[in-house]
């Protein structure tokens, strides 16, 4: 028989979650490390460079890590790309640079990028001076709008050129989905905060905290204040179910809940369902999915509309969850989910199917699982409301901040990157769009 | 490009931004690889060897190929001759450069006939065309010897010593001399080279070699329509007899201040490194940048430049010839210094490859215990000799230490030594 609303804490020791979350892909070995970069061809025009967004010189780095230039690997990396340690653990490498190393053409295996990228990020000789320098004072002030990815590679970038920079942030720590959101098994040790120090180290960036769009401060305000604004405020909505029964007591957001344990200190006292159901497709539902097993969900089912070759989230993402102990249903459309004040018992689905015109339709047949919590996962949402009433950007057809190739947005001393902005909704990509950003707002300036 | 202060440096007065060249061969033979390489980063180039018109003309297939396991290239061999382009197109196109690029080196290596009208006419359009120096080819083993010049003329000192007397006597330019290593005594033509006049000496040109058979052609590789002959061999498998060869002659008292460009299987920052610190004041690359293309460069510059860093030296001469005092004769080193193998076993994965070594072809100094499922190899203190033979041969690199013993003994060489019937007293 099974008992409703089983919600609890403690359903793990603490010895147990302390293991479940450590470290997912540990660090390569010295050993492994001559190994794999070994196995680096140095390609001319290389693919994997062309597959990275913020063009990270690949073989290069590798060729310095093997010939024992550690130091200047990580130099290499993070003159590209600031956040390449988080970026390394981050990183889906498997559709980025992985996919396009040439080694797989033959051998099924590519160059282990990502391992090798965080091995000499880690290893940054920090007995020598810090690695980047600022040009003289340009007498020019930038404001960036979050602290997340998009706005600190911005910040830095800025910061190099010899801009000062504030940047508002709404939160109590920087650092955005990476402090907040990412997977905790991905970036543990408390990495964000780390880097970020080594971010500020260059200087000339200071951070105002508590402070957010639209409520302390509008834009107009940081307009007249700068020389240029650079908005990177990620997304604050979410997508809804819109079904009966998504008010109930147990039906969760999965962003905000991992943002809860993210922040958590003791994961035990986190309140976990026995039977869970995550509704998504994507790295957020994996994410939850796999986050609830560790904590010991006893049954973790993640459910989607199509079919399971269609899920947003990658084969390895995919590969990660079974590892995990995670069960797919695909091909169910949810109608409504079943409870009372207390909590809820069942979420019902309609079998779906694919018409002759390639259209997704739901049939009659019912699918009904029985759960105690329902994580939504089914995407975030821009919300343009911190962009005020009068002098804002336009949108794009997504309901995103819209930008030219320069990441400039319909006022010319605007510019806007990250997940505020279409893309692909990477940490890799945010950091791509602040970097660029910040050249064109230097060539602007 | 980057710029790395610390390695601009200066070489028989001729300035550099960095201590890297490209050595004579095809990275250099003409205007469109030399300025590929200089927008790279290269602090200069030896022009691909000119000689008189008509140029030879090469042959096809014309390398071949030594490699260690997993394809990668230990080193090759080729046939090529010299440039095979005619002279004039090439005093054109090294003048052009050296306009554009005025803050690279070109140096023009040059061979032709061993008479001195010969290089009395080729000398003045060679300096005209703006170059830095010039390097004398005497080192080239394939096709050359056979018509008189290359390694023909580098095996025989007096013919060095001329040839170089009358480019000193022909040309303003500062003088190279670039030795063959297929000699018995590096020392000898190092010598000429200075009685001639040379400003400095490069090596080593490469080593006559055939890198294969083909079994079932039974030709040498490369194969010319079946039919093969000796290459010059190059690339990471000549640099211990490269670095020998410098230090020698580093180390002479008759050409111990004689510069030296270090050439010779160079392949990253640190086979820089150890060149200069054995006696080069520069270095060219051949091989390395053959098998990669130019982009080494970054790793070459950067990896020298933070190591110099990292260290404190602030610019080549800084560490140059630094391990020459430590490079002696083997009558000098101490007798009663011990060293003995060490296995951690926690890096040990097993594998037996050091008691294969030690018990069958060296000292029997390591002890096989334990059982099939936990094979554990020990060293016996007393037996081993310090050889290093299977820290060498073991596949992990922390799992085998070599462990300074002290002895209390004084430093004790065989010069001194009681076995020594011809010992010195001290
Ligand atoms: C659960 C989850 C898992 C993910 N996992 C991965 C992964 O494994 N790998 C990967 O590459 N990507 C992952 N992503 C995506 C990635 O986190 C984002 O693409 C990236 O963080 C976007 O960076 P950003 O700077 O644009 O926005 P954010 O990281 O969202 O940062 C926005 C910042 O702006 C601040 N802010 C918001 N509104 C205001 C306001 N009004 N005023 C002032 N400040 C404001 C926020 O507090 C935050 O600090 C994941 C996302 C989620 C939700
Ligand atoms: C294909 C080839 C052609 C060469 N041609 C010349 C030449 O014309 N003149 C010359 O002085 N050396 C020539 N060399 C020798 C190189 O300059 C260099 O001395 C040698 O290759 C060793 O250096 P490395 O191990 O870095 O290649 C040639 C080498 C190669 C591989
Ligand atoms: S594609 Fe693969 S092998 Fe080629 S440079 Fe990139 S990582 Fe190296
Ligand atoms: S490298 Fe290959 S393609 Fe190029 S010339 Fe030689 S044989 Fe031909
Ligand atoms: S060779 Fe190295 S790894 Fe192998 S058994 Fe000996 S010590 Fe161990």
Redesign the interface.
């Given at each position: 028989m099974s008992i409703a609303h089983d919600i609890q804490s403690n359903r793990l020791l603490d010895t147990e979650i302390d293991n479940n979350f450590s470290d997912m892909t540990p660090p390569l070995t010295?050993?492994q490390v001559?190994v794999a970069s070994?196995r680096c061809l140095?390609c001319?025009d290389a693919p994997c460079i062309d597959a990275c967004p913020t063009d990270i010189d690949i073989?290069?780095f590798i060729?310095?890590i093997n010939?024992?230039?550690v130091?200047?690997a990580a130099?290499?990396i993070l003159s590209a790309n600031i956040l390449g340690g988080s970026c390394a653990r981050v990183c889906p490498t498997e559709t980025l640079c992985e996919q396009a190393c040439v080694r797989n053409t033959c051998e099924e295996a590519p160059v282990e990028i990502g391992r090798l990228q965080r091995y000499a990020v880690d290893r940054l000789?920090r007995?020598?001076p810090y690695p980047f320098t600022r040009e003289s004072d340009t007498g020019k002030h930038i404001a960036i709008i979050g602290a997340g990815p998009a706005g600190l590679a911005c910040a830095h970038q800025l910061a190099r050129n010899g801009h000062q920079v504030t940047i508002y942030e709404a939160a109590a720590k920087s650092g955005g989905l990476n402090e907040y959101g990412i997977a905790l098994y991905k970036l543990v040790d408390d990495y964000t905060q780390k880097e970020i120090e080594f971010v500020l180290e260059i200087g000339g960036i200071e951070i105002k905290y508590g402070q957010a769009l639209g409520r302390d401060i509008s834009l107009k305000q940081l307009r007249d204040q700068h020389d240029a604004v650079f908005i990177g405020i990620g997304m604050s909505n979410v997508n809804a179910l819109n079904i009966p029964g998504e008010e109930l007591a147990g039906v969760e957001d999965a962003v905000a809940y991992i943002r809860d344990l993210r922040q958590e200190s003791s994961l035990a006292n986190l309140p976990v369902g026995r039977r869970v159901i995550v509704i998504g497709a994507g790295m957020t539902a994996i994410d939850i999915a796999v986050q609830s097993k560790k904590l010991g969900a006893e049954q973790v089912t993640i459910v989607y509309r199509r079919a399971q070759s269609a899920m947003g989230a990658s084969l390895h993402e995919q590969e990660l969850a079974l590892k995990n102990g995670v069960n797919f249903v695909c091909n169910a459309q949810p109608t409504q989910i079943l409870g009372d004040d207390s909590g809820i018992t069942t979420m019902e689905f309609n079998r779906t199917e694919l018409d002759e015109s390639g259209k997704l339709i739901a049939t009659d047949e019912i699918i009904s699982l029985e759960c105690d919590v329902v994580f939504k996962a089914i995407g975030q949402k821009f919300s343009s409301s911190p962009l005020g009433s009068d002098d804002k950007p336009t949108l794009d057809h997504r309901g995103r901040i819209s930008v030219n190739e320069n990441y400039q947005t319909s006022l010319s001393d605007v510019f806007a990157g990250g997940d505020c902005i279409n893309g692909n909704d990477l940490v890799v990509e945010a950091v791509d769009h602040g970097n660029k950003a910040a050249l064109a707002i230097h060539h602007q300036l | 490009m980057k710029k790395n202060a610390n390695l601009a440096c200066e070489f028989i007065g001729i300035k550099s931004i960095n201590p890297f060249w490209l050595a004579s061969a095809p990275p250099t033979d003409k205007a469109y690889n030399v300025i590929r390489a200089f927008e790279a980063g290269w602090g200069g180039v030896v022009w691909k060897t000119l000689g008189e018109d008509p140029a030879p003309i090469n042959v096809s297939s014309r390398y071949g190929v030594h490699y260690g396991q997993?394809r990668?290239v230990l080193g090759f061999n080729n046939i090529e001759l010299i440039t095979d382009r005619s002279l004039q197109i090439n005093l054109d196109e090294i003048t052009q450069v050296k306009k554009d690029w005025p803050d690279r080196v070109i140096i023009v290596s040059l061979m032709v006939p061993c008479e001195e009208e010969a290089w009395k006419n080729i000398l003045p359009g060679v300096e005209a065309t703006g170059a830095d120096g010039i390097e004398l080819n005497f080192g080239c083993p394939h096709g050359m010897p056979e018509r008189g010049m290359g390694a023909a003329v580098g095996q025989v000192p007096e013919y060095i010593e001329m040839v170089t007397r009358w480019c000193k006597q022909y040309c303003s330019l500062p003088v190279i001399v670039k030795l063959t290593p297929n000699i018995t005594d590096v020392r000898k033509p190092a010598e000429a080279a200075w009685r001639g006049g040379a400003d400095a000496v490069s090596l080593i040109n490469t080593i006559n070699s055939i890198t294969s058979v083909n079994l079932e052609t039974m030709s040498p590789e490369p194969s010319v329509d079946g039919k093969g002959t000796h290459g010059g061999y190059c690339g990471s498998s000549v640099k211990p007899i490269a670095l020998s060869m410098v230090s020698e002659i580093a180390r002479h008292p008759e050409t111990s201040t004689l510069p030296i460009s270090g050439i010779g299987g160079i392949s990253?920052?640190?086979d820089a490194a150890e060149f200069i610190s054995l006696g080069a004041s520069n270095v060219q690359v051949c091989t390395a940048a053959m098998l990669?293309?130019f982009?080494?460069i970054?790793?070459l510059c950067?990896?020298l430049s933070?190591?110099m860093?990292?260290k404190g030296y602030n610019n080549i001469s800084d560490f140059s010839r630094m391990a020459i005092p430590n490079t002696t004769d083997w009558k000098h080193l101490n007798m009663n210094y011990k060293r003995i193998a060490y296995i951690n076993q926690d890096a040990c994965i097993g594998c037996g490859r050091c008691f294969a070594a030690c018990e069958d072809t060296s000292h029997q100094s390591i002890l096989k215990t334990g059982d099939a499922d936990n094979r554990k190899y020990t060293i016996i203190e007393e037996e081993c000799v310090g050889c290093n033979l299977c820290e060498i041969t073991c596949p992990?690199?922390?799992a085998i230490v070599m462990k300074d013993i002290d002895t209390g003994l004084p430093h004790l060489s065989w010069l001194h030594h009681p076995a020594n019937p011809y010992r010195e007293e001290p």
């Open positions: 010295d050993k001559l070994e140095f001319y073989p290069l060729r310095k010939t024992g230039n130091h200047g130099k290499e000789d007995s020598l | 997993n990668q990253n920052w640190r990669y293309g982009k080494i970054d790793d950067d990896g933070d190591w860093e990292k992990e690199p922390n």
